[in-house]
């Protein structure tokens, strides 16, 4: 009887709060509205309130799953979905009801972020009308999990980022699955073009280990951002004294710069050897 007593009460406030604002409130998010008020009306500015396939028709319980149990209880807490509750793959996996549509999103089982227990709503907050969602802007929201990286943009030489723009998301895709070792074409490679190719002789580390086999990628205190302050100290790494002519000693040239000659450094289509073209 109670409960009956509660559900009446809820729909008749209901109904008075449609009455008041006709049409601004789908009837699952008026029921929600007697107590959760303030975040309905934030929800009704986000990007989900506005999304091709919402169901606007049962709204929050979309993702909260029915509400009857909660209402029944008293507004229990414990008889409604709360994500942030979830265990990450399992609360994702609600975001990816609508969401799996999209290439590469967590629903790959090779998703980097999915695999290191990285969930949805870490990063995107579903009740907030901010840009895609996200719970904080640019790199801070990367340096949150990534603070090594984010402090090697405060060297001296570092790539130049907006902190008003994507941040990380320049060159790194946040959904991003397990790939090759290189995607040049589609990070370093979309502003780099030059560096790429396809060249006649391709340098070996670049089709192994990508620019970072010689570029410290996100800031170094050396200039071109390279991995040794020294040029020849980074060529030898590769082309160490046993596989390189004699007369290209370490002594001799410990003051060069081996592009002084080998001026191709990143490919060729003239000189197996990368020199000046």
């Known amino acids: 009887m109670r409960a009956f007593v509660v559900v009446l009460l809820v729909c008749c406030f209901a ?21 959760h008020e303030e975040v309905v009306d934030a929800f009704g500015r986000t990007a989900h309130a506005i999304a091709p396939g919402w169901n606007a028709a049962t709204a929050c319980e979309n993702c909260h799953g029915p509400g009857d149990a909660h209402i029944d209880a008293g507004g229990d807490v414990d008889a409604i ?11 994702s996996d609600r975001c990816l009801e609508c969401h799996r549509r999209h290439e590469g999103h967590f629903s790959s089982p090779r998703s980097l972020h999915r695999l290191n227990d ?15 969602m996200l719970v904080r802007k640019g790199a801070d929201l990367c340096a949150r999990c990534h603070p090594s990286a984010a402090a090697r943009f405060e060297l001296p030489r570092s790539h130049p980022m907006a902190e008003a723009g994507p941040g990380c998301a320049s060159c790194h ?19 780099h073009f030059e560096k790429i190719g396809p060249f006649l002789y391709d340098h070996g580390p670049l089709l192994l280990n990508g620019c970072a086999s010689c570029h410290e ?26 596989v390189t ?12 710069k081996c592009t002084a000659c080998h001026a191709a450094i990143h490919g060729s289509n003239t000189s197996q050897f990368f020199l000046e073209e």
Request: aromatic share 4%; charged share 15%.
């Open 173 to 191: 895709d946040p959904h991003a699955t397990l790939a090759g070792p290189n995607s040049l074409e589609k990070t370093c490679g979309s502003c």
């Open 217 to 242: 990628i996100h800031g170094s205190t050396n200039r071109h951002l390279l991995r040794h302050a020294s040029q020849v100290n980074l060529c030898y790494e590769c082309h160490s004294a046993s």
């Open 118 to 132: 990285v969930g949805c709503i870490d990063c995107h907050n579903p009740h907030s009308a901010a840009a895609r």
């Open 245 to 256: 002519p004699g007369w290209h000693s370490a002594p001799r040239y410990a003051n060069e």
């Open 81 to 91: 979905v709360r994500p942030q509750l979830l265990a990450k793959r399992e609360s």
């Open 15 to 35: 109904v008075g709060f449609a009455a008041l604002a006709p049409g601004a409130l789908a009837e699952d998010e008026s029921v929600c509205a007697m107590c």
